[in-house]
């Protein structure tokens, strides 16, 4: 394989880990604290997680380590989607597994939570982890989006970690992945199985995040890429001055991408799908928003800009999701098969007008016709609408423009509006972690070993204090079932943890509400450039503006 020159430098790097874990395993001690409860739903989740729910959250500190000397067998796999930095999760495992004892053995399951059940594996040793140390992707092993969760998987589970003598298994993912180890957890502790489960946060979407975890990982790296090119292209933007770009960026939950991106390089616009929730507003009324800025800056001989555009947007429109509801419902079961059979677009724009109540056809008839035929002609499996492959910055760009056609018919807007549309999503998911994302990544799977040698299960491992310098941060883990919460799912009432979604009264949404209405009208662009990995601390090292602003004094 052929080496760039880049990864063979960053082979050299040596991540840094919080201050209480530099001082080796044999002086690493554990600090209880206070017993936990369930974010929501405390009597259900206590019931559903009777042996792991409720347990401490724990700290390490410098001290003698009190764990029994046992030789540990680790699995590891990689779940859900790729964040930066997911490999040096791995390394930073296998690293304090070998330094607690080189007997211990670090298994690898391939492609995600399937290796476990069809016991595909790798086994790591020095050579081949060191090929991965401090890179971006997950082709150390692989990811996919299998999910854990029936009574008959686990018991292939366990009978796979019995019969390589599996004491735990590391579970990297988002909230998902991270709902199944919790389950995962239950089931072997229930079976007195003596197999541990712990649990490590990834997405870079932001989301799986809450007063224990500050952060998931990825999240830096990737939100640095998209700005890098963000920023790339408001300089050609302010340098060609005739392009108004419209840029969707990955966030189909949350809009925590998006605000970051914008706080990184302040752009003219940037929607946020909460605020949209919250203040219900209407695909018009978005396009009005973005309109004036066209129109304030046009007046000024500007006629060029930026917008960005988180990709789950639309869904939080509420006459949109309206929309996609009774599209669901017009399709469901023979309908769909009758509306299949028609031949052209015209015939079934009819078929369409005759489902839809009055409201939602209102809606439906001011999108493009090309975003009409999205919702209509590409559907998943079940027949409903994907919303996720719905082209929001070209929806936003030509809703923009018919109201500029409007505003030029009554005199009020002269200028000219050329839109080009990007989407930011799979470029930011495998890059070269940052130096905060390779620490962070690395300490995160030191930190999930101790959990294993100190006996706890059911636990995700935390780091914390990040906005500080790595020497200060702290390393301990909580029990899963403390993120978690009863939401209805497919039907049913599931234990989930929590996806946190962009505070609108937090300190990062209110900064960025204190200087949208300038960044709308002046060119404020801010240009970050690449990753730095090399230089000073305050170019390297540093986190994202989000964490900064959220632990600002």
């Known amino acids: 394989m052929k080496i760039s020159s880049l990864q063979s430098a960053r082979y050299e790097y040596s991540p840094k880990l919080p201050g209480m874990l530099r001082h080796g395993i044999a002086n690493i001690g554990v600090q209880e604290g206070e017993e936990t409860q369930s974010a929501a739903d405390q009597e259900v989740i206590k019931r559903l997680f009777p042996n792991t729910y409720g347990k401490k959250e724990i700290t390490f500190v410098q001290g003698e380590n009190t764990a029994e000397a046992k030789k540990q067998v680790v699995g590891v796999i990689l779940s859900g989607g790729q964040a930066p930095g997911g490999h040096n999760v791995i390394c930073g495992l296998y690293d304090a597994l070998k330094a607690a004892n080189k007997e211990n053995v670090l298994y690898g399951f391939k492609n995600g939570p399937i290796g476990l059940i069809e016991d595909d594996y790798l086994i790591f040793d020095d050579a081949y982890i060191n090929q991965y140390r401090n890179t971006g992707g997950f082709d150390i092993i692989g990811s996919g989006r299998t999910k854990l969760e029936t009574n008959e998987q686990f018991a292939i589970v366990a009978d796979v970690c019995k019969k390589h003598g599996i004491t735990a298994i590391v579970i990297i993912g988002g909230d998902d992945s991270n709902t199944n180890a919790a389950v995962l957890a239950e089931y072997f502790a229930a079976h007195d199985t003596g ?8 997405t870079i979407d932001g989301d799986l995040k809450n007063e224990d975890i500050e ?26 001055k005739k392009y108004w770009h419209f840029i969707k960026v990955m966030g189909r939950s949350a809009s925590h991408v998006a605000l970051e991106c914008a ?8 929607l946020i799908s909460e605020e949209v929730s919250e203040k219900k507003m209407s695909l018009s009324q978005i396009a009005d928003y973005i309109a004036d800025s066209v129109e304030k800056r046009a007046a000024k001989g500007m006629n060029f800009g930026v917008a960005i555009i988180p990709e789950g947007v639309v869904e939080f429109v509420p006459e949109f999701s309206a929309l996609i509801q009774e599209i669901n419902e017009l399709l469901a079961g023979s309908k769909a098969d009758a509306f299949n059979a028609l031949a052209t677009w015209g015939e079934k724009y009819a078929f369409i007008e005759q489902g839809l109540t009055k409201e939602s056809m209102g809606v439906f008839a001011i999108l493009p016709e090309n975003i009409q035929q999205q919702l209509f002609l590409e559907r998943d499996p079940h027949g409903n609408v994907q919303v996720s492959l719905i082209e929001s910055e070209k929806l936003f760009s030509a809703l923009v423009k018919d109201k500029l056609d409007e505003r030029k018919k009554a005199g009020t807007y002269k200028g000219k509006f050329s839109p080009l549309h990007h989407f930011l999503g799979y470029e930011g998911r495998c890059a070269f972690p940052s130096n905060f994302d390779s620490d962070y990544c690395y300490s995160l799977g030191y930190n999930a070993f101790m959990l294993i040698q100190y006996g706890y299960n059911g636990y995700l491992s935390k780091i914390s204090n990040l906005s500080k310098p790595a020497s200060e941060w702290t390393a301990g883990g909580m029990p899963i079932t403390k993120m978690m919460n009863i939401e209805r799912r497919h039907g049913e009432d599931k234990p989930v943890i929590k996806k946190a979604l962009v505070e609108l009264d937090g300190k990062p949404f209110k900064f960025f509400e204190a200087h949208r209405e300038e960044w709308a009208v002046e060119t404020s662009f801010v240009y970050p450039g690449a990753i730095q990995y090399y230089g000073p601390a305050e170019v390297c090292d540093i986190t994202t503006k989000t964490l900064a602003l959220e632990h600002a004094e």
């Open 215 to 240: 952060c998931s990982f990825g999240f830096d790296t990737a939100t640095k890429t998209y700005s890098e090119i963000i920023g790339n292209i408001e300089r050609d933007a302010n340098s060609a």
């Open 263 to 270: 706080l990184e390089t302040q752009p003219n616009i940037c």
């Open 195 to 202: 197999v541990q489960v712990i649990g490590c946060p990834k």
